[in-house]
């Protein structure tokens, strides 16, 4: 039974890695068809959301399943619920990738991007995309280090974001409002893309040392001036 119980908790695991390479793979995927005004690539993206949803369902069901079966000790308990925390980020990742392609799929045969911001935006794709593939990796190796890494790449998230906000204020904009709320709605859904792969990520340093990233970061810090 405890052998099968450990299986149905790696099976968890893994519909998560699953779900964390879908979600990356549709921000790429989405951040082309933004960029290329590609129709039926942002329709694919949208379509595939369905099946981020059906990962996120099933393992709820078998999380679910668990605790009412086992009625886990306190670290399995917590891998449990750390899981299912984990599995919301992950779909609401895909629901950010899939507001990218919808956005394209509404100014199809236009581009939503104005071709000056055409790297900015091709950046912050790409950067999502790593961010989540990271957190991916983080699920699967429980690397503590790794996962606190993951806030410090963020910040380069951040740099964009705030990059792309000072272009939308120039006095030199010459491309509408109604461009400046596409660009503003693109920039705010890679942020927080980005913010849900540095979550998954914390969730893990939770998991594995049974404190929050941010007591670990705190202690570090501390260390670091008293070693000073």
């Given at each position: 039974m405890r052998d099968a119980y450990h299986e149905e908790l790696d099976t968890i695991g893994d519909g998560l890695v699953d779900m964390a390479r879908l979600v990356g793979s549709a921000i790429g995927r989405a951040t082309t068809a933004?960029?290329?005004a590609d129709l039926k690539l942002a329709e694919s993206v949208i379509a595939a959301d369905e099946k981020v949803d059906d990962l996120q369902r099933d393992l709820e069901g078998r999380a679910i399943a668990l605790?009412?079966?086992?009625?886990?000790?306190?670290t399995d308990l917590r891998i449990v619920v750390t899981s299912l925390r984990m599995s919301a980020d992950l779909e609401r990742?895909?629901?950010?990738?899939?507001?990218?392609a919808k956005l394209a799929r509404l100014r199809f045969p236009d581009t939503a991007v104005p071709h000056d911001l055409h790297a900015t935006i091709l950046e912050m794709g790409q950067l999502a995309q790593r961010l989540m593939a990271?957190?991916?990796?983080?699920?699967?190796?429980k690397d503590v280090d790794l996962a606190l890494q993951l806030e410090?790449?963020?910040d380069a998230m951040d740099l964009l974001h705030r990059a792309l906000f000072q272009h939308l204020m120039d006095?030199?904009?010459?491309?509408g409002i109604e461009t400046a709320v596409d660009v503003t709605l693109l920039g705010r859904y890679y942020e927080r893309f980005a913010d849900h792969a540095v979550s998954v990520a914390k969730r893990v340093?939770?998991?594995?040392?049974?404190?929050?990233a941010d007591e670990i970061a705190s202690q570090d810090a501390v260390s670091t001036v008293e070693g000073a």
């Open positions: 933004i960029l290329d605790l009412a079966r086992q009625q886990p000790v306190a990742s895909g629901d950010l990738a899939q507001h990218v990271k957190a991916a990796e983080v699920i699967i190796t410090h790449d963020d006095d030199r904009w010459k491309h340093v939770y998991l594995v040392t049974g404190e929050h």
